[in-house]
């Protein structure tokens, strides 16, 4: 079965510092790989896509950047924070079709910058 | 278009009686729609799902209905408990497998 993997949980940063935040996905192959943020008390934002290793599609302009150095890897990153990239940072995936399917989110990571 | 600015509006219901969450989308081009729960500090799980060659699709004490002609989709929840208290998002696929737009999330609360 497939699982997919997000760390870490929570993570309390400094204005300023660098991110890296990791999501893997087991089971499967070739999975379309997703970045969402979530504001609190607020909807879902698709901040970037990927379709493969090294194509990344991003949704909105942002202190962020992704990556996929790996079929079943996808990292967020950030040079430096702002306290604006504070929220729910939710890793998904969905398998490669021609048509639309479901998307399985992992548990999320908190991240506060402060 | 997008959620992120928004409220999530909210709805209340006694333990027993029905929910009906509501979704408005607005690209016609969008043929396949995703009803998400999520409860509190946990990624959104999938509830149902509905292809726009349908008007209607039931699960387990779920059931969605789909409007094309205004764009309207709803999440019926049968026999609502406290356990389906979260907050529930309906998701479009907008052509292709590349994406998946998120509407804004109702939060739904079951009263005991």
Same mark, same amino acid.
Request: hydrophobic content about 35%.
């Given at each position: 079965? &497939?699982?997919?993997?997000?760390?870490?949980? !929570?993570? =309390?940063?400094?204005?300023?510092?660098?991110?890296?935040?990791?999501?893997?996905?087991?089971? !499967?192959?070739?999975?379309?790989?997703?970045?969402? #943020?979530?504001?609190?008390? #607020?909807?879902?934002?698709?901040?970037?896509?990927? =379709?493969?290793?090294? &194509?990344?599609?991003?949704? =909105?302009?942002?202190? $962020?950047?992704?990556? #996929?150095?790996?079929? #079943? &890897? /996808?990292?967020?990153?950030?040079?430096?924070?702002?306290?604006?990239?504070?929220? /729910?940072?939710?890793?998904?995936?969905?398998? $490669?079709?021609?048509?639309?399917?479901?998307? /399985? /989110?992992?548990?999320?990571?908190?991240? !506060?910058?402060? | 278009?997008?959620?992120?600015?928004? +409220?999530? *509006?909210?709805?209340?219901?006694?333990?027993?009686?029905?929910?009906?969450?509501?979704?408005?989308?607005?690209?016609?081009?969008?043929?396949?729609?995703?009803?998400?729960?999520?409860?509190?500090?946990?990624? *959104?799980?999938?509830?149902?799902?509905?292809?726009?060659?349908?008007?209607?699709? %039931?699960? %387990?004490?779920?059931?969605?209905?789909?409007?094309?002609?205004?764009? +309207?989709?709803?999440? %019926?929840?049968?026999?609502? %408990? *406290?356990?389906?208290? @979260?907050?529930?998002?309906? @998701?479009?696929?907008?052509?292709? @497998?590349?994406?998946?737009?998120?509407?804004?999330?109702?939060?739904?609360?079951?009263? *005991?």
């Amino acid at each position: 079965s &497939q699982t997919i993997h997000q760390w870490p949980a !929570t993570l =309390v940063q400094p204005v300023g510092s660098p991110l890296s935040l990791e999501c893997t996905v087991e089971g !499967t192959s070739n999975p379309n790989l997703y970045w969402y #943020r979530q504001a609190a008390g #607020r909807g879902l934002q698709l901040l970037f896509y990927s =379709v493969g290793i090294g &194509q990344i599609s991003s949704e =909105v302009p942002q202190n $962020l950047s992704a990556s #996929r150095p790996q079929d #079943r &890897q /996808f990292i967020l990153s950030s040079k430096k924070l702002l306290l604006s990239d504070s929220g /729910f940072y939710l890793c998904a995936w969905s398998a $490669l079709l021609s048509s639309g399917t479901e998307a /399985f /989110f992992g548990q999320g990571t908190r991240l !506060t910058v402060v | 278009g997008e959620s992120v600015g928004l +409220h999530l *509006p909210t709805l209340s219901v006694q333990e027993g009686d029905n929910s009906i969450i509501n979704c408005a989308y607005s690209n016609s081009a969008s043929d396949y729609f995703i009803w998400y729960k999520q409860e509190s500090g946990k990624g *959104p799980q999938f509830i149902i799902d509905i292809r726009s060659n349908m008007d209607k699709r %039931q699960g %387990q004490r779920v059931t969605v209905l789909l409007n094309k002609t205004v764009k +309207h989709l709803s999440l %019926q929840i049968a026999a609502t %408990q *406290p356990g389906d208290s @979260a907050v529930y998002f309906c @998701a479009e696929n907008r052509g292709g @497998a590349n994406n998946l737009f998120f509407g804004t999330g109702t939060r739904l609360t079951v009263i *005991p």
